[in-house]
């Protein structure tokens, strides 16, 4: 069986989150500006190249931030006979080797209420990097869509939460590559 490619893609939410976030970005950067070139011209500067390129500045800054943080979303997630890949859209794949995965299990959404962001983010391109909730503990997750979500459990890694698009396909596929049971998804 070859590798096994599987899309994960954005909730309404999360587009919102992400679109949102770039227009309130968007806005303190022309507030910033509006601000400068107002100082600007009531000290009765007619040059205004420095308001401009300060702008320019914190936009470069701005947007090139979100732009390193958009290459850490997953885009999907590979199964193979090495195990199951975290398809990023600009960073190196994370891998979890096939030995370390114990079962794989669909989880609701309200698994993760009152989640904790430790490290990364919640909602930019999608949720990812280290969370902490009440009902699972610390774990890492690769999330764009909470309707879809999969708990994986492993040996040395601890737990990873992701979200393909195919959940049950995604479960399937898995257990059947790396000979986990069916109904439980722990080693048979």
Same mark, same amino acid.
């Given at each position: 069986?070859?590798?096994?490619? #599987?899309?994960?893609?954005?909730?309404?939410?999360?587009? %919102?989150? +992400?679109?949102? =976030?770039?227009?309130? =970005?968007?806005?303190?950067? =022309?507030?910033? #500006?509006? !601000?400068?070139?107002?100082?600007?011209?009531?000290?009765?500067?007619?040059? /205004?190249?420095?308001?401009?390129?300060? !702008?320019?500045?914190?936009?470069?800054? +701005?947007?090139? #931030? =979100?732009?390193?943080?958009?290459?850490?979303?997953?885009?999907?997630?590979? /199964?193979?006979?090495?195990?199951?890949?975290?398809?990023?859209?600009?960073?190196?794949? %994370?891998?979890?080797?096939?030995?370390?995965? +114990?079962?794989?299990t669909a989880i609701d959404g309200k698994d993760l209420n009152w989640c904790i962001r430790v490290w990364g983010t919640g909602g930019f391109f999608g949720s990812w990097g280290y969370f902490s909730c009440p009902k699972l503990g610390s774990f890492r997750a690769y999330m764009t869509n909470r309707e879809s979500l999969v708990l994986i459990r492993t040996a040395h890694e601890g737990l990873l939460v992701v979200s393909p698009d195919s959940r049950e396909d995604f479960i399937a596929c898995a257990k059947k590559t790396f000979g986990l049971s069916p109904s439980t998804g722990e080693n048979g």
């Amino acid at each position: 069986m070859g590798d096994q490619f #599987f899309t994960c893609t954005l909730s309404r939410i999360q587009w %919102v989150v +992400t679109i949102g =976030l770039m227009v309130f =970005l968007a806005a303190i950067v =022309l507030a910033i #500006f509006a !601000l400068l070139l107002a100082t600007a011209l009531a000290a009765g500067e007619r040059l /205004v190249i420095v308001p401009l390129v300060v !702008l320019a500045g914190i936009a470069a800054l +701005t947007f090139g #931030f =979100l732009f390193i943080l958009a290459g850490y979303a997953p885009r999907g997630f590979v /199964v193979s006979a090495d195990g199951i890949s975290v398809v990023r859209r600009k960073r190196k794949p %994370v891998v979890l080797p096939a030995q370390d995965i +114990t079962s794989l299990t669909a989880i609701d959404g309200k698994d993760l209420n009152w989640c904790i962001r430790v490290w990364g983010t919640g909602g930019f391109f999608g949720s990812w990097g280290y969370f902490s909730c009440p009902k699972l503990g610390s774990f890492r997750a690769y999330m764009t869509n909470r309707e879809s979500l999969v708990l994986i459990r492993t040996a040395h890694e601890g737990l990873l939460v992701v979200s393909p698009d195919s959940r049950e396909d995604f479960i399937a596929c898995a257990k059947k590559t790396f000979g986990l049971s069916p109904s439980t998804g722990e080693n048979g």
